[in-house]
């Protein structure tokens, strides 16, 4: 008879298993945080057992929102998106000391599995998508972003005035 294996995600110094069947140590009771990025944004998640065993918290960085000198039209059109996102979703996107965030929180159901995680980070990303997508026609990629006083506004957004939004 064989030997059954079970297999785990790690997250630093915990073994999460695939599945409640797996004979790793109860996660519930353990706090831990990771990072992760999707579609260059970078993402840093934190499950706190103590507050909510079906919870884990979630902060992606966008990038810095567009001033008015590079392109007015671009910050009123990037707003606009923000502001329809937050209407649909909740309070979603802020705009915190002049970078465009990505809040909220994933519902995880108990026991935590590897399997449950990134089932409920990848529903929290997927009703955020449109809106990811949408915002990538304003702005690069993070990961494409070389310099950190580098422009963020992708180039044919740049020095637009709202004249352009007034011939609408």
């Known amino acids: 008879m ?3 294996s079970s297999s785990n995600l790690i997250l630093g110094e915990i073994k999460l298993p695939f599945d409640e ?13 990771f990072r992760f990025s999707y579609r260059q ?3 840093a998640a934190q499950y ?7 919870k884990i918290d979630i902060v992606g960085d966008i990038g810095p929102m567009p001033f008015s000198a590079e392109s007015a039209l671009a ?3 990037l ?8 209407a649909h979703l909740g309070e979603i996107f802020r705009i915190i000391e002049g970078r465009i965030q990505i809040v909220g929180e994933a519902m995880v159901t108990p026991p935590v ?11 929290f990303l997927l009703k955020r ?5 949408t915002i990538e026609v304003f702005l690069l990629p993070p990961g494409d972003v070389k310099a950190s006083g580098e422009a963020s506004l992708r180039p044919g957004w740049r020095r637009v005035s709202t004249s352009r939004l007034k011939q609408r």
Do not use: C, M
């Not at 706190?48 to 079906?54: K, N, Y």
């Open 79 to 86: 707003q606009t998106v923000l502001d329809a996102a937050n």
């Open 129 to 133: 998508r449109p809106y990811l997508e």
């Open 21 to 33: 069947g797996g004979g790793t140590e109860k996660i519930e009771r353990r706090d831990f945080n």
């Open 2 to 4: 064989q030997k059954s």
């Open 113 to 123: 599995t590897a399997v449950g995680l990134i089932t409920a980070i990848t529903h």
């Open 48 to 54: 706190r057992a103590e507050r909510d065993p079906s």
């Open 41 to 43: 944004i970078p993402f």
């Open 75 to 77: 910050r009123i059109e």
